[in-house]
């Protein structure tokens, strides 16, 4: 689905809702259901009931939600988002 052009830009609709989505929804998610904090990490997967699926960990994934909160912060999220990326990178500086 692609949004008309015009809507977007005069509107802005679609940038609220993706900042919503993004700020109000999945960053709290991720921050807190996708943290591992038993093994260290992120889990690689969330059920549609918020718990982790059990999959092996793929440092794509360690890496990608280290990027996420860093880019995440620089956009203005208040999560925990300097503990999150330091726990990331000390399990992939273990695991590495």
């Given amino acids: ?5 015009d809507r977007v830009i005069e509107s802005g609709a679609w940038r609220r809702r993706v ?3 993004l700020f109000e ?3 709290p998610l991720w921050s807190t259901s996708g943290v591992d904090e038993r093994h260290g ?3 690689e ?3 549609f009931d918020t718990r982790p699926l059990v999959k092996p960990k ?8 280290v990027y996420a ?3 995440a912060k620089e956009r203005g999220w208040t999560g925990p988002a300097d503990r999150l990326i330091a726990h990331g990178i000390e399990f992939m500086a273990g695991q590495g």
Avoid: C, I
């Fill in 1 to 5: 689905f692609t949004p008309a052009h």
């Fill in 19 to 21: 900042h919503h989505w």
């Fill in 25 to 27: 929804e999945t960053l």
């Fill in 41 to 43: 990490g992120f889990h």
């Fill in 45 to 47: 997967a969330l059920g």
């Fill in 58 to 65: 793929r440092m794509r994934t360690q890496a990608r939600q």
């Fill in 69 to 71: 909160f860093a880019v």
